[in-house]
């Protein structure tokens, strides 16, 4: 049997699996403007599917990019894969599609995110899908240890 993977979009239709997945994969709650904003920004909040099973996300957000205001920076929220898949590479397709997505929008000057400082598979996942630590930002996180976040980035080449 052939393992296969699709991605999905987020529609209003499967928010609630989207919710599920981040109160599963996430120790922050997400209110519901997190949820609803996702439905705006197509190509850069998505699903991912093995064997038709929904078993992560990707959820990021559009943003000025005060440096330069006639550009966008997109921010990557959450990425999460269910603790059974992770290691089949879904994590990397995700990364990979908002990278791929970022790159054909002539507009977007990078992407970025925040994770925990504990966090060092976060941390080299990202690292090995190009995104730098370009700081550590002391308490980030309000409500979980440790409150440190490195900010990780990656400038888009256009």
Partial sequence: MTTRFDLG???????????????VLFPVHYNDNFYTDLLEVGEF????????????????RKEVDESNPE???IY???????????????????????????KLSKDISKVYLHVQTSNTIATDFYKKNGFDIVSTEKDYYKNIE????YLLEKTMEH
């Fill in 9 to 23: 979009d987020i529609t209003y239709n499967n928010l609630g699996q989207v919710r599920v997945l981040h109160k």
């Fill in 45 to 60: 909040a998505k699903l991912v599917y093995y064997n038709d099973v929904c078993v992560g996300t990707v959820c990021c």
């Fill in 71 to 73: 550009k966008t920076k």
């Fill in 76 to 102: 990557l929220m959450t990425l999460g894969v269910l603790e059974p898949y992770r290691r089949l590479g879904l994590g990397t397709q995700l990364v990979q599609h908002i990278l791929e997505q970022a």
């Fill in 146 to 149: 440790p409150r440190d976040a």
